[in-house]
């Protein structure tokens, strides 16, 4: 399923465009992007006589095969960062700074014979136009009701509450099995680990 963000904080418009280009996100990158939400898209490592210019269309992809999961707008780099441990590629250097405005992180979308010629590639503005036409329009957004619940052994209810959020923190959506259903309909409860439904019931595994 692909979503859309609600606003785009650089303040670009697609009348703005310079170009558009191909960047491909780095390998354990995609897990990073798919089970936490992220406004932007920040990397490093980059060669910088190929580099976007703020207002530039992007289309992110990933590679075994190439597949689209999300388009974007490049923005401003906002300077030095520091070390990133989701990001392999991550130092202390100006990043490219992709604002996202579409994604399909869920259920990526063919690519066709794209060829990519490293981490950044320039793209046609016509087949970045078709690949962002394989998004189709927005879909609807609800409210969706999410929670997470830990049995955790503790001497009052504050220290409860400390020890979960170390957990989540430890954890985190790689190992931790979040509970999400329809606001209103809770009956249609499912689990996710790993950002993909995940059966939790011993049983139906017999």
Do not use: C, K
């Not at 785009?8 to 170009?19: C, V």
């Not at 990158?29 to 939400?37: G, S, W």
């Not at 006589?49 to 923005?75: H, N, Q």
């Not at 960062?81 to 579409?102: C, K």
Request: proline share 11%; hydrophobic share 40%.
């Amino acid at each position: 399923m692909t979503t859309d963000t609600a606003h785009r904080p650089d303040g670009t418009s697609r009348a703005a465009s310079t170009g558009a280009w191909a960047v491909l996100l780095p390998a354990g990158r995609y897990d990073a992007e798919r089970l936490v939400h992220h406004d932007t898209l920040e990397l490093t490592g980059l060669d910088e006589t190929v580099r976007p210019r703020p207002g530039d269309d992007v289309a992110v992809l990933i590679d075994e095969p190439v597949r689209v999961v999300a388009l974007g707008r490049v923005a401003a780099a906002t300077g030095l960062r520091a070390d990133d441990p989701e990001d392999p590629q991550s130092d202390r250097e100006a990043a490219l700074v992709v604002t996202y405005t579409r994604r399909a992180f869920d259920e990526p979308l063919p690519a066709g014979q794209l060829a990519l010629d490293g981490p950044v590639t320039p793209l046609d503005p016509a087949i970045h136009r078709a690949l962002a036409e394989r998004f189709g329009p927005p879909p609807p957004r609800r409210t969706w009701l999410v929670s997470l619940d830990l049995p955790i052994e503790a001497d009052s209810p504050a220290e409860a509450v400390r020890l979960f959020w170390s957990y989540v923190q430890e954890l985190g959506p790689r190992e931790l099995p979040a509970f999400v259903s329809p606001a209103g309909d809770e009956l249609a409860m499912q689990a996710f680990v790993l950002g993909a439904e995940a059966n939790q019931d011993p049983e139906e595994d017999d």
